[in-house]
């Protein structure tokens, strides 16, 4: 008789959350209030899921295997608003606010083992995702609260934490795990069209913070066995305050401020492991920040103040480490490492571009205080690989990374704006990005070792700080100031040290035959900034000072290091590192006053760059 072992074992775990929460005030004709007008909407969604797999097979043929699948969605809208309705509150604030706090953490673990002539296959699969809307907003009607504050907030705070591992072992084995971690949809906040306010002070402010966090493991042991992962993570939301076009703000001398803020960041690690005859471990790893951060007045407002502010600020952070190890008589391992930042940062009044003008001009008047729009951009990057691979016959070791960071910030005036500020007009971009890649390889064989090793990193942020054409912008008694900086503190006045692109190797090739070592390492730091005035607007300055500035800082370091030995060794490198870009100030206005005499007591145009490469 034969004795057959068959084992196999699979679980599958789908989760779905998709309610709407929405306290509102809709169509009404008139609502008043002695004291405060207010809605509030909250929502905590939490999903948790654990899912373990384990299928063993014993006999003299044997065959197990082993699945586990997770899918876990949060999709939730989360809303508050007045909307088409006449409020006033006499003797308090008028408020609308929305929260939610999305959080999704799986678990997922599968085993195959077969004891026997034969094999053992073992896959997971996790996907995890959050999605919605959290919004809050006035529209299509009058607000009045005298002397009082109008608030209108949005805030997210979303969290994806998988983790995926197991593995396999037989004569013959397999394991495989996927993870796709993903944090997508919208929060706002905003006055909308046809809305009239008039308070004391108007305050606008959408805010995010995701964070995705997966954890990827695999074993592979056989004498035959090959061990595989793929980890993705994404972070991708979109985050806006805004008034929007047409809308009409009277505060009087009191102020308004606009502002959107996001915190983005993917953190992984993945891990392989292989051992056997024939030992193969192969690792895909994909990292991306990819969101929108707005604040805005939108074309055809009209606003009136004492002090207004829109500013947009986004900070991104994307990090992996991985690790392949494959240890055998033959053994390979490889691993595929990305980590980008393709996020966009905007604020502006008026007009945003590639929109059509819609006629009405934006209007904002300013009364004893200033106006300030700001953009502003924090990247950094860091993914970080080891590869290994020892074996008695022949070792093979593949590793490639990059680091991307190419985000676009932009703080503007559009076209068609008129502005009048009895203080300082202050228009600014700024971006501050580091990326770091470092990729170690190593491979040792009593035969023959071949390391291949491939490295880059590539910083090109567009930043630009400008004003439209057609527009009108005036400071009664100071300055109007356009600066836009690439790893520039406007505090200080100095570049900033440790930042820029960044890449590494550390290589080692070692055998008792033939050792072949191959690394290309390559930098390139290539900012785009540009301050603008451009032609057909008037900018006056009558007591203070126009300035126009672009400063930009462009580092790129390159570093290797190889080394191993053998009867015959072989040791390929090159080394490219760039740092280059364009900064640009230009005055293509007018600088005139509305009466005879000068339009600005001092006119300054200034771009300055730093650019080194080693």
Do not use: C
């Amino acid at each position: 008789p034969v004795g057959v072992g068959l084992s196999g074992g699979g679980v599958q775990s789908p989760g779905i959350i998709a309610s709407r929460v929405r306290p509102y005030i809709s169509v009404s004709p008139r609502v008043t209030a002695s004291g405060a007008v207010g809605g509030v909407a909250k929502d905590t969604a939490v999903l948790d899921a654990e899912v373990d797999s384990v299928s063993v097979a014993a006999g003299l043929i044997g065959l197990a295997v082993g699945d586990s699948q997770t899918s876990n969605l949060i999709g939730d809208t989360v809303s508050a608003y007045i909307d088409g309705s006449s409020v006033t509150a006499s003797g308090g604030n008028i408020s609308v606010t929305s929260t939610s706090m999305p959080s999704i953490t799986t678990s997922t673990f599968v085993l195959a083992v077969s004891v026997a002539i034969g094999g053992a296959g073992a896959g997971a699969s996790s996907t995890t995702t959050i999605n919605g809307t959290t919004e809050a907003y006035l529209a299509g009607g009058s607000f009045t609260a005298p002397g009082n504050q109008v608030t209108v907030g949005a805030a997210s705070s979303a969290s994806v934490d998988p983790s995926t591992g197991g593995g396999s072992g037989g004569l013959v084995s397999v394991a495989v795990m996927l993870s796709d971690a993903e944090i997508h949809g919208t929060t706002r906040a905003y006055v909308g069209g046809s809305t009239a306010i008039a308070a004391g002070r108007l305050t606008i402010s959408a805010t995010d913070t995701s964070h995705g966090s997966p954890e990827t493991s695999v074993v592979g042991i056989g004498g035959i066995t090959g061990a595989g992962a793929s980890s993705i993570t994404v972070v991708d939301r979109s985050v806006s305050a805004y008034v929007a076009d047409g809308a009409t703000v009277s505060v009087g001398s009191g102020a308004v401020t606009i502002t959107a803020a996001s915190s983005g960041t993917a953190d992984g690690t993945t891990t392989g492991i292989s051992g056997g005859a024939i030992a193969i471990t192969a690792l895909v790893v994909d990292m991306k920040i990819a969101g929108s951060t707005s604040a805005f007045l939108g074309r055809g407002a009209t606003l009136t103040a004492g002090d207004l502010s829109v500013q947009a600020s986004a900070f991104a952070v994307a990090t992996s480490n991985t690790t392949a190890i494959g240890v055998g008589l033959i053994s390979g391992a490889g691993v595929g490492l990305t980590a980008k930042d393709t996020s966009t940062v905007d604020a502006h009044i008026g007009p945003a571009p590639g929109t059509t003008w819609s006629g009405n001009p934006t209007i904002v008047t300013i009364t004893g205080g200033g106006v300030t729009v700001a953009a502003t951009m924090r990247s950094i990057l860091s993914a970080k690989i080891l590869g290994a691979s020892v074996s008695l016959l022949a070792g093979v070791v593949g590793a490639d990374v990059e680091a991307t960071s190419t985000p676009t910030v932009r703080a503007y005036l559009g076209d068609h704006v008129s502005l009048q500020a009895d203080g300082d007009v202050a228009v600014s971009a700024f971006t501050q990005i580091s990326a770091v890649t470092l990729g170690s390889a190593f491979s040792a064989s009593g035969l023959a070792s071949v390391g291949a090793l491939g490295v880059a990193t590539r910083v090109e942020p567009i930043v630009t700080a400008t004003i439209g054409s057609g527009s009108s912008v005036t400071s009664v008694g100071g300055d109007v100031a356009l600066l836009a900086g690439n790893n520039y503190d406007p505090a200080s006045g100095s570049f900033l040290a440790g930042v820029g692109a960044i890449a590494a190797t550390d290589s080692l090739s070692a055998a008792g035959g033939l050792a072949l070592g191959d690394t290309n390492i390559s930098t390139t730091s290539a900012a785009s900034v540009l301050a603008e005035v451009k032609s057909g607007t008037t900018v006056r300055a009558t007591e203070g000072t126009v300035s126009v500035r672009s400063e930009s800082e462009n580092l790129a370091t390159a570093q290797t290091k190889n080394s191993g030995g053998a009867a015959v060794s072989v040791s390929l490198t090159a080394v490219t590192s760039r740092a280059k870009g364009t900064t640009t100030a230009i005055l293509s206005g007018n600088v005139t006053s509305a009466a005879a005499g000068p339009g600005a007591a001092t006119v300054e145009v200034t771009a300055n760059a730093v650019d080194q490469a080693s």
